[in-house]
């Protein structure tokens, strides 16, 4: 049973920055594609970014892409997400999901199948 949990959530300015965790806790972590997804009130879960250890690959969603990194501790079973030149659009929930096997379409929230609490993130104008 993998256990995932998310910190960094906050209220800021536009223009300023957050870093996200993403604690896990059982399993193989490196051995896992780890993404972050976002819920803003009254729209879709969507994809923001990914991290696949086992392949070498990152995905970005193209509206965060030059804002965004994330990045993965393994040491300490931890994901990160950078946030820069954050805007008011980028308000949501942010959640963190874990595949463990390799997911062949890592934009896709199917593809996951553990997943955190989520932490509010929001960015006032």
């Known amino acids: 049973q993998v256990q995932l949990e998310e910190s960094g959530g906050g209220l800021v300015q536009a223009g300023d920055s957050l870093r996200l965790s993403c604690a896990a806790s059982g399993g193989t972590f490196r051995s896992y594609t780890i993404a972050w997804f976002r819920q803003a009130p009254g729209k879709e879960r969507e994809f923001v970014a990914a991290?696949?250890?086992?392949?070498?690959?990152?995905y970005v969603t193209d509206s965060v892409l030059g804002r965004f990194t994330i990045s993965r501790d393994n040491a300490k079973n931890t994901v990160y997400m950078q946030m820069n030149s954050l805007k008011p659009e980028d308000t949501a929930v942010y959640y963190c999901?874990?595949?463990?096997?390799?997911?062949?379409?890592?934009?896709?929230?199917?593809?996951?199948?553990?997943w955190g609490q989520g932490t509010q993130v929001t960015v006032s104008s």
């Open positions: 991290s696949s250890w086992r392949m070498g690959i990152k």
């Open positions: 999901a874990a595949s463990t096997g390799e997911p062949t379409r890592p934009k896709l929230s199917a593809e996951y199948n553990y």
